[in-house]
């Protein structure tokens, strides 16, 4: 079975700085990828997802993540984070008709 | 247009008891899930539908669990004899599509549901 880890419980950053989530997934074919983010009272909304082709994928907000086959890593990033970027982001792994997700890295942001 | 919506948004009750957590999706979407998210995890798989039919249904944790969508549209995920461990949120989500991990998901608020 597949599975998605999530090293980092909380990360916390100032407004303005550089952020990156770790992931990492267990599959032995090419993954199907994706980045979720949860907000408060929302919805669980798609930031990016990977399936093939450029390994660089750009999401919304301002996101993007990268695929390392030779790390089994999909890092989601982002140059400069706003105060609305804290949430809840988690990376998940798709297995035929389900999605698996990890634990969750929850991010703070300072002002 | 209207997103996935899920009523009631919180529902409280005894252990032992009866719940039905229902789930409206997209308008269109043939294919609908369930999911569960326990305190500090991630959403976890339950059951999906395509259509009518529960196509895949690996991720009930036990036979008190069971979902129907009689029409294709609306959902319905009913826990009977529920004990404390149920306590959790219910997020259902849907897609336009044939359904299966490439489709994108879209999902709705969650029910939280709290077994005393």
């Known amino acids: 079975a597949q599975s998605v880890t999530q090293p980092d419980i909380h990360i916390t950053v100032s407004e303005g700085a550089s952020l990156e989530l770790r992931c990492n997934y267990s599959?032995?074919?090419?993954?199907?990828l994706f980045w979720y983010v949860q907000s408060p009272g929302q919805g669980l909304q798609l930031l990016l997802k990977y399936f093939s082709g450029d390994t660089l994928v750009q999401g919304i907000k301002g996101f993007e993540a990268e695929f390392k086959r030779s790390q089994s890593s999909f890092n989601l990033r982002k140059p400069s984070v706003h105060w609305s970027d804290a949430a809840e982001y988690f990376c998940a792994v798709g297995e035929n008709d389900k999605i698996i997700f990890g634990k969750g890295t929850r991010l703070h942001i300072l002002p | 247009g209207a997103g996935v919506s899920q009523t009631p948004s919180n529902k409280v009750t005894e252990k032992g008891k009866y719940v039905e957590l229902r789930c409206d999706p997209i308008?269109?979407?043939?294919?609908l899930y369930w999911y569960r998210q326990s305190l500090g995890q991630g959403p976890e798989f339950l059951i999906y539908?395509?259509?009518?039919?529960?196509?895949?249904d690996s991720g009930l944790p036990n036979d008190r669990f069971f979902a129907v969508r009689p029409e294709g549209s609306v959902s319905t995920l009913k826990i009977q004899r529920t004990e404390r461990g149920d306590s959790a949120v219910y997020l259902c989500?849907?897609?336009?599509?044939?359904?299966?991990?490439?489709?994108?998901?879209?999902f709705g608020p969650g029910t939280r549901l709290t077994v005393l």
């Open positions: 539908f395509q259509g009518t039919g529960a196509a895949d």
């Open positions: 989500a849907s897609s336009a599509n044939h359904g299966g991990s490439t489709d994108t998901q879209y």
């Open positions: 599959y032995g074919a090419t993954p199907y």
């Open positions: 308008s269109g979407h043939t294919a």
